[in-house]
């Protein structure tokens, strides 16, 4: 599910562009503690900016904020002597920044 919108009307040489969706997506590891399947909820939300380059073509520059909500993760057990495991929340974010050109 994704929704946009134009701020300005078509005649100006700016095209700024506010958007927000959700849906489902994975997050990034950093430690293997255990292992499971499926996907995770999530959303998104972001905005950008257009800049005309002829009749037919703009440059642009976006970015979005994502999060998506993963299980909480519960210490392992199974580890040697010594060791501890951090407990927490396969939670995860992050901030894509996109650009280039559309014609």
């Known amino acids: 599910m994704r929704a946009s919108a134009r701020a300005l009307s078509a005649a100006s040489p700016y095209s700024p562009r ?15 503690l255990g292992s499971r399947g499926g996907w995770d909820p999530g959303f998104n939300i972001g905005g950008g900016v257009g800049f005309k380059i002829g009749e037919s073509s703009e440059f642009y520059i976006e970015t979005r904020y994502h999060y ?3 299980p909480s993760t519960p210490a392992a057990t199974n580890l040697p002597a ?15 920044l996109t650009f280039g050109f559309r014609f």
């Open 18 to 32: 506010a958007s927000t969706s959700a849906g489902c997506g994975t997050c990034p590891v950093t430690a293997i």
């Open 68 to 70: 998506v909500w993963g």
């Open 82 to 96: 010594g060791i501890t495991a951090p407990t927490g929340s396969a939670n995860g974010s992050y901030w894509p």
